[in-house]
């Protein structure tokens, strides 16, 4: 499984403030997904970080909230912009490795907005 | 869009006893995978189904994909404490990106 790391692991943050979010994995995989997990919910994709061009957001989620990074095949941000409480969740990245569908997760961001 | 559903949300079991996860989809799927997320960790994958029909066991746990490729389910025999936490399945269809289920949170008192 690829091992996939995350920073910061927890960060409280004042309204109207924003924080990015860190992703490294540990060998070259293909696809990189950012997903949201609200509190006791399940996962929320946000968008699929795209090396090199701009990331493709699901239907809820824009750039100009959650702008997002590739800049290689191995790690990507993902930034909350002008937070406010309702944005307090679990930020999970996540990767597949070359030629296969599994995607492992990162241990995940624990967000709180005051 | 697609929509993966699961049942039950919660499930409350005695040490011993079986459980079972079900998951539906509204779309046929190319492939779906399960997780488990321990409480107050990150989603761990558990197995990826593929084949229609396909049943695939590990130690106590029996999954199984139906042969439309819409539905699956998670069986675990004879429950153990270390069980607990949340089942999620998730969805694969044309793309990489997953669907998860709601998941359904398992309990298992001694």
């Known amino acids: 499984s690829a091992v996939i790391s995350q920073k910061p692991s927890r960060d409280i943050c004042q309204r109207g403030t924003s924080l990015t979010i860190q992703c490294q994995v540990d060998?070259?995989?293909?696809?990189m997904f950012w997903y949201r997990q609200q509190p006791g919910q399940s996962l929320t994709l946000i968008a699929t970080?795209?090396?090199?061009?701009?990331?493709?957001?699901e239907s809820g989620f824009v750039i100009d909230k959650f702008p997002i990074s590739r800049p290689n095949l191995t790690f990507s941000t993902l930034t909350v912009s002008n937070m406010s409480p309702e944005d307090s969740s679990i930020y999970l990245c996540?990767?597949?490795?070359?030629?296969?569908?599994?995607?492992?997760f990162g241990p995940g961001t624990r967000l709180t907005v005051l | 869009g697609q929509q993966v559903m699961q049942i039950p949300q919660y499930q409350h079991v005695q040490e011993g006893e079986d459980f079972t996860t079900y998951c539906n989809s509204s779309t046929t799927l190319s492939n779906i995978q399960w997780y488990k997320q321990r409480p107050g960790g990150h989603p761990v994958f558990l197995i990826q189904?593929?084949?229609?029909?396909e049943v695939k066991k590990q130690k106590r746990l029996t999954f199984q994909f139906g042969e439309a490729k819409k539905n699956s389910s998670l069986h675990i025999t004879a429950t153990q404490t270390t069980d607990v936490g949340t089942y999620f399945c998730a969805g694969q269809g044309s793309g990489y990106a997953l669907n998860f289920g709601k998941g359904t949170s398992l309990l298992v008192t001694p």
């Open positions: 996540s990767a597949n490795r070359v030629s296969t569908d599994t995607q492992y």
């Open positions: 060998s070259q995989v293909t696809m």
């Open positions: 970080a795209n090396q090199g061009s701009e990331a493709t957001y």
């Open positions: 189904l593929v084949k229609s029909g």
